[in-house]
């Protein structure tokens, strides 16, 4: 098989399905007022584990450092250029070279410390997300300097 | 509207739709060869975004630093517990406590650096994603020690 016949095989599978785990709840309402990134003031946030999927938050503690990947679901998926931070003097940048929330899957990547845990409620901060913004998936930090 | 009723509107909403933005083509043919993470000796490897997410790669260059997100396709997702790495004597922990493949949606994140962009294919290395693994999405690092 070549490698333009395994592409094309590929490609027939157009898509898949990501289920939300868990919800963000925060005092941040309206993705106007959201901070950029978590370390431009954002709060400390909650993160409500529908049952189904509580058994995955098994040894997680406070302390620990994990990323929560999250579906920014009011993001536009048809933008593939921007100018950075919507300041028209930086110069046109694809999607992939910058963290706007507007990109074809628009996935959210925030790097947390746990506060408390409370069975399927994670206390989690500081975190630029809406009220709201489905989460799709926690990980843990391997490395300090590496995630 | 309690938190409870915000709650249960939210997940009427069950699903998302992600689709692949490229592949990733490796040496790496089988999930059983393949490292567990990009340091303990993947290979470097090519993705091949597809024509209509090309333009998203605009001003993306030799040297950076990114995170590629990718769906692992040949996981498990009704797994929510394992021992870590497989190994029976470390105890059970949930998924969302580990960077195992097997997970309700499984995402998998990879650091890695562009060695060459030409059109549509970045090399990138080390990353221990298999041959064909769909990518959904890439970002810049901001902070080597964040991201």
Do not use: C
Request: proline share 8%; net charge positive.
């Amino acid at each position: 098989m070549t490698n333009k016949e395994q592409l094309k095989g590929e490609t027939k599978r157009k898509h898949f399905r990501v289920e939300p785990i868990g919800f963000i709840r925060s005092d941040l309402k309206r993705r106007e007022g959201a901070p950029r990134q978590g370390r431009e003031g954002a709060p400390n946030a909650l993160i409500e584990v529908l049952p189904s999927y509580r058994k995955a938050l098994r040894r997680m503690q406070a302390g620990d450092e994990i990323i929560v990947i999250s579906w920014l679901h009011r993001a536009r998926r048809n933008v593939m250029e921007v100018h950075p931070r919507g300041d028209a003097s930086r110069p046109l940048t694809g999607v992939f070279s910058t963290r706007s929330p507007d990109r074809p899957n628009p996935l959210g990547l925030h790097r947390v410390k746990v506060l408390k845990t409370d069975r399927g409620k994670l206390h989690v901060g500081p975190i630029e997300a809406i009220d709201g913004t489905p989460v799709i998936d926690i990980k843990p930090v391997i490395n300090s300097d590496d995630w």
